[in-house]
């Protein structure tokens, strides 16, 4: 048996989690019925009352909320309390530019230490562990939500922010972090850094470290174990629940179990909203059960992954368990007719061991065909006759696995620019229309 942050409700009866689930979904759409004039507003036109909620089935008789519905409302229109009863504000930027916003009050913010000290748990975190966490500390959720959890957890932690990479590593070094928090990709990074400055990152104390934010790929996780000699575990979250913290895989690595007592999750044909079946991919929708500040009915997540069955996994938790994600719906590029999520190329990238820490697919249009480039850094500086050995290599890799067959181009270590926190793995010059 593992060892549970809170065991009572990790292991709490299916039974029980089901009741539990049902008052607080009741709960919710009374709040936001009372509370949040776009709710009530979107309830009566579908001729809902808070009292037609008498099972968890009903969920589906509830409106569905979308990312472009925080924007209009942004940036408190969705607020169940007033603002004065917020402490913290957190907000994701994306592609459009306005933020999507999200407020928390103090329980607010207790939910989350405890979702997250759940997860930081799972992954093995104890209060005699040092964790350092290189995440930037700013409106981004990530860094605030791994030191939340950790203190309360009870582990010292050290705030080390955003990126220099060599400062990053020394201290590490010097205060013998044993656990590393953050963004998967820039482990790679920094295990590349770590080389480079002439330590092998496996002699460093780091043991176990818990990532996320991003595609997280099976060969990604196993190359970042290798890399550090340590065990590593994959935590889902996302600005508009609370931040990381929704879910995260156990020992057992097979799937992450998601905390139902505070999130009612749901997965969906993203086509026709229909549920589907068990271990079918869908999108994940989510109701938040116990948000004070912005609780959010049904949200789209257009993550794509499959629910595993709810029985009690070996760990003893019972909460339900999904797939890592495979990928955003939105994220799927249609090339040359082809569906392609980026993570298919990832998976390929990462077996092979020359390959460095970033990549990009670079996507054009020539004589009004698609072209895909796949950029890929080496691990080390090549000469130019291994550089296109391996580009032939990998092209045939790819082709295996898309189909078609992509350009490649082979570049030397970090000539990939840094896009920020989270890797940018697509560029889409395509001609539009
Ligand atoms: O990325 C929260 C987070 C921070 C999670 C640190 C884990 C660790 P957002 O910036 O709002 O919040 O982005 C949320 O990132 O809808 C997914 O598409 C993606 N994502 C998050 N975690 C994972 C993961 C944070 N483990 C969006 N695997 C989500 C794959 C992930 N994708």
């Known amino acids: 048996m593992e060892t549970l942050f809170n065991p009572s409700q990790e292991t709490l009866p299916r039974k029980k989690l089901q009741d539990l689930q049902l008052k607080r979904l009741k709960e919710t759409v009374q709040r936001v019925y009372d509370h949040v004039p776009y709710y009530k507003q979107q309830l009566k036109a579908l001729k809902i009352q808070p009292s037609d909620i008498k099972t968890l089935e009903d969920v589906r008789k509830l409106p569905l909320t979308t990312k472009d519905d925080l924007r209009k409302n942004a940036p408190f229109g ?228 499959m629910l595993y069955d709810a029985a009690t996994c070996d760990c003893g938790r019972t909460h339900v368990r999904h797939s890592i994600i495979k990928g955003r719906s939105d994220d799927m590029l249609i090339i040359r007719g082809t569906n392609i999520y980026p993570g298919q190329i990832e998976s390929v990238l990462m077996k092979h061991p020359a390959v460095g820490g970033n990549w990009q697919m670079v996507l054009s249009t020539e004589d009004d065909i698609d072209q895909l480039t796949v950029v890929v850094e080496t691990r080390e500086l090549l000469s130019q006759m291994d550089c296109e050995k391996l580009a032939s290599v990998l092209q045939k890799a790819i082709q295996a696995v898309i189909v078609f067959t992509p350009r490649l181009e082979v570049v030397a270590p970090y000539a990939i620019p840094e896009t920020g926190l989270k890797a940018k793995r697509v560029v889409d010059n395509r001609r539009k229309g």
């Open 78 to 305: 969705l607020l169940a309390t007033p603002l004065d009863h917020c402490i913290e504000l957190h907000a994701s930027s994306g592609t459009t530019g306005v933020p999507v916003t999200v407020c928390y009050t103090p329980h607010d913010l207790d939910v989350w230490s405890e979702v997250m000290a759940r997860c930081l748990t799972m992954s093995g975190l104890t209060k005699h562990d040092i964790l350092q966490n290189p995440i930037p500390y700013g409106t981004f959720t990530g860094a605030f939500g791994f030191h939340y959890g950790a203190q309360k957890v009870g582990a010292l932690v050290i705030p080390s922010g955003m990126g220099q990479s060599e400062r990053q590593i020394k201290l590490m070094e010097y205060y013998g972090t044993t656990f590393l928090s953050g963004v998967a990709s820039y482990m790679i990074r920094l295990g590349q850094v770590a080389t480079e400055m002439g330590l092998d990152p496996k002699k460093l104390k780091v043991r176990n470290g818990l990532f996320g934010a991003e595609m997280f790929t099976p060969g990604l996780k196993k190359r970042i174990m290798d890399t550090w000699d340590m065990d590593v575990h994959d935590i889902y979250g996302l600005t508009e629940m609370c931040g990381p913290g929704v879910s995260t895989d156990c020992n057992a690595h097979d799937g992450l179990h998601l905390w139902e007592d505070h999130f009612l999750l749901e997965c969906l044909d993203p086509i026709t909203l229909e549920p589907v079946g068990p271990e079918e991919e869908g999108e994940l929708v989510i109701t938040t059960l116990t948000k004070e500040g912005m609780p959010l009915l049904r949200y789209r997540t257009r993550d794509i992954a």
